[in-house]
């Protein structure tokens, strides 16, 4: 009887994972489909400086316009595109599409460095260097308006290959940021190696930076150790005037957040 429980309970649990198996194999296809029908829409999200209170430049996020289910988020398609591959080529058209973009401002008479977000898989694919050379040269936008925003686990996976990557990026002209700074596992020394330019700090360090004395010490300890390294710092995920003034209390120069705009087209931006 116990064995015949057993092998229900296997045959649900083989059900279970097969209805997973199908349903991110329907996703997959559908979002396949998406970037063949031009589906995919890039939102902007300014950066602001807070001394000034200007925009020094805007990060590119992913978004698809489903037929029937509206605005979908990157964090629904991002990972099972990481997972299959296909993040390869959506990320090239994110690539072509920011690249498109910045340069059209750049003919309006709008200069505007964009961040573009690479992720892991991306990142460890060997035609990177190639593509961003491609895309810099088809679209004419100059390499050093554009940042690429690597995360610490894409770096630390295979640090050394990453170091070559990143050099060879470099030469080319464009920027580095490692975003959602202080959730991963870099280290200092690397951090070091690295020819980055810039630290975004997590926006779960800025949620309560208000209520909690860790999180502002770990806040002013990026800062410090960023201007060590001579690297500049955004903070991710501003929502309050609150929030702000500790920042800028601790020495936090860049934003970004609802509190100075959420991401929107590009028609529909603002740039004060
Ligand atoms: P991320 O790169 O850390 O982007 C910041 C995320 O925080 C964005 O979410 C943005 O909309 C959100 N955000 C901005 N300000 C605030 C705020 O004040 N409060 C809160 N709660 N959230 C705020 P989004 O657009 O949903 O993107 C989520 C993640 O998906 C991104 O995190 C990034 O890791 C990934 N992603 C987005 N676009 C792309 C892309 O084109 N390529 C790749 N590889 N990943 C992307
Ligand atoms: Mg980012
Ligand atoms: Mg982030
Ligand atoms: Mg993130």
């Not at 099972?80 to 090239?92: D, F, Q, R, S, Y």
């Not at 058209?93 to 008479?109: F, K, N």
């Amino acid at each position: 009887e116990a064995k015949a429980a057993g092998r229900n309970v296997y045959r649900f649990y083989t059900e279970a994972l097969t209805i997973a198996a199908q349903e991110r194999l329907a996703l997959e296809t559908a979002l396949r489909r998406a970037l063949e029908r031009n589906e995919l829409v890039l939102h902007y999200q300014p950066v602001v400086a807070v001394a000034s209170g200007y925009t020094t430049g805007v990060e590119a996020l992913v978004r698809w316009r489903h037929p029937a289910d509206g605005l979908v988020s990157p964090l629904r398609f991002i990972p099972m595109a990481e997972e299959t591959g296909l993040i390869v080529p959506l990320g090239i058209w994110v690539l072509e599409e920011a690249c498109r973009q910045g340069r059209a401002w750049l003919d309006g008479g709008r200069v505007m460095p964009i961040a573009v977000n690479i992720s892991s898989r991306q990142f460890a694919d060997g035609a990177l260097v190639d593509t961003v050379r491609r895309v810099l040269d088809r679209s004419g936008f100059p390499a050093s308006m554009l940042t690429l925003e690597l995360t610490e686990s894409a770096i630390m996976h295979k640090p050394d290959q990453a170091v070559r990557v990143l050099e060879e990026l470099k030469a080319i002209g464009v920027k580095f940021s490692i975003d959602d700074f202080g959730t991963g596992y870099s280290s200092l020394a690397y951090l070091k190696r690295f020819p980055v330019d810039a630290l975004k700090i997590d926006r779960s360090f800025v949620a309560d930076i208000v209520d909690d004395e860790n999180d502002r010490m770990i806040v002013s300890t990026v800062v410090a150790m960023a201007r060590q390294l001579q690297l500049s710092v955004i903070a991710e995920g501003v929502e309050t005037a609150e929030q702000l003034a500790f920042l800028t209390r601790l020495g936090c120069s860049a934003c970004q957040g609802y509190l100075f705009g959420h991401p929107l087209e590009a028609g529909e931006l603002d740039f004060g």
